[in-house]
């Protein structure tokens, strides 16, 4: 096969590969995100819930001062009872009496109900901070994992690095300057493979012509559709040639 193709097609490949590096480190520190935003989404969860159990324990204090005024308002009724003159005065008492009583149960109930509502806050509160805690010891974990292979991967792409910038020390400007040329409007796909006569660049259909030349390697070729670098794809035999 002709050098220079060989060449390109080397460069070509370490190129694909550098522009996979990020994606696959995007990859990582996207795993690592879906653990931290689940510990944030616990966060403001814990948050609303101490906010919840705040309000429900000023609505108790608000019942009981109001517990402790229907205590003083009975104590005077009880007062008043002893110095009643009348009939009608008598019942006016008792009604008061009545509604300070029922005013009395009604917050004792609200007072009831409150606490059994904090209690379940307070379940809900330390279920919550135990999924927070698991979380954040998962988040250590997976952080080591994380930067553990994004190690890898940047040691891996500085060999991928390394090896063509030492291809590039021997590369023919030319050709080098040819290949970026296409390369910025192909992108990672300058250098295809023809697979049963077409270009894996555009999927076109090459001439017969263009396509032994193509087998024999000895040039470099363009698609003529699209313009990329072709050389012979691994299926592609030389049963053509004959
Ligand atoms: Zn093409």
Redesign the pocket.
Known sequence: MNKYLQDLIALSKYDTSISQFDPKIENQRAKLAVFVETAEALKVSINSVYLEIDELKSKRTKNNIHLAELKTKLDQIAKKNKEVTNEKELKALQLEEEIAKEQVSFANEEIERFDKLTVAKEDKLKELQEKLKTEEEDIKEVKVAVDNEIEAINKDRNIVYDKRNELLGQFDKKILTFYEKIKRWAKDTAV?PVKQQA?Y????K?NDKTYSEVIKGEEIVN??????I?YKGEEETTATEA
């Open positions: 295809v270009c660049g555009c999927f076109m090459i698609c003529l559709h699209c313009g990329r072709l």
